[in-house]
């Protein structure tokens, strides 16, 4: 079957740097997208990668290893306001977008 | 307005009601999907939309019958609903047609629906 991982939850602090991962196991690869969802609010497109290494913008980097099947999104100088669900979805080689459930990061002061 | 509007953002429901879900695109997009979205569980896909003619149905139950008049509206029709139906049900919209592996979704702010 086809899975992604990812941590359930995460706690960082203000102005601190946090990482969140994500594995997958699926059948083909055709890319790699990062969702952030605030609560109560509509998911938003964070980041796509399709080849490896690393993609920066602005306080967010997503990275990609095709081989090892891992991504993760790197998140910069926290802010209160990234408080929210981080969407991981990859498309398999049917086009087909198999998501992730999602990683709760709260922000402390 | 811009982006993808859905409508209601509550709904409560008794299993014997008929409601209706409505999403609305102003983003020129060619494709329309239905998600629904429960707690701590990923985004099961539910009905898509292309150019106005279904092109994916996984498995969904017939209690939820979508609608898609135009390449701007798509309805998800609610009857004798579950519990278990309960969920955030999100609609999303992409440009369609091309590159599928890069094509981004641009979702509403979903309907939170409570089937009692």
């Known amino acids: 079957g086809q899975n992604i991982d990812q941590p359930t939850e995460m706690t960082a602090t203000e102005g601190a740097i946090v990482q969140i991962n994500c594995t997958y196991q699926t059948s083909g690869f055709n890319g790699l997208f990062w969702y952030q969802q605030h609560a109560g609010e509509a998911p938003t497109f964070l980041s796509y990668?399709?080849l490896d290494g690393l993609e920066e913008k602005g306080r967010f980097s997503s990275f990609l290893s095709r081989s090892k099947g891992y991504s993760y999104l790197l998140l910069k100088e926290l802010q209160m306001k990234d408080s929210a669900s981080y969407l991981c979805a990859v498309v398999d080689s049917n086009y087909q977008l198999i998501w992730g459930a999602g990683t709760k990061l709260i922000i402390k002061p | 307005e811009t982006g993808v509007t859905q409508t209601p953002r509550h709904l409560v429901m008794g299993m014997t009601n008929k409601k209706s879900l409505k999403c609305e695109q102003h983003l020129g997009h060619n494709a329309m999907y239905w998600y629904k979205q429960s707690a701590k569980k990923p985004l099961e896909l539910m009905f898509v939309y292309s150019l106005e003619e279904r092109v994916e149905n996984n498995s969904v139950p017939s209690r939820f019958s979508p609608e898609c008049p135009n390449s701007s509206h798509l309805f998800l029709h609610l009857h004798t609903l579950q519990p278990e139906d309960s969920a955030l049900y999100l609609c999303?919209?992409?440009?369609?047609?091309?590159?599928?592996?890069?094509?981004?979704?641009?979702f509403g702010s979903g309907t939170q629906l409570s089937v009692l």
């Open positions: 999303a919209s992409s440009q369609g047609g091309g590159d599928r592996s890069n094509e981004k979704l641009f």
């Open positions: 990668n399709v």
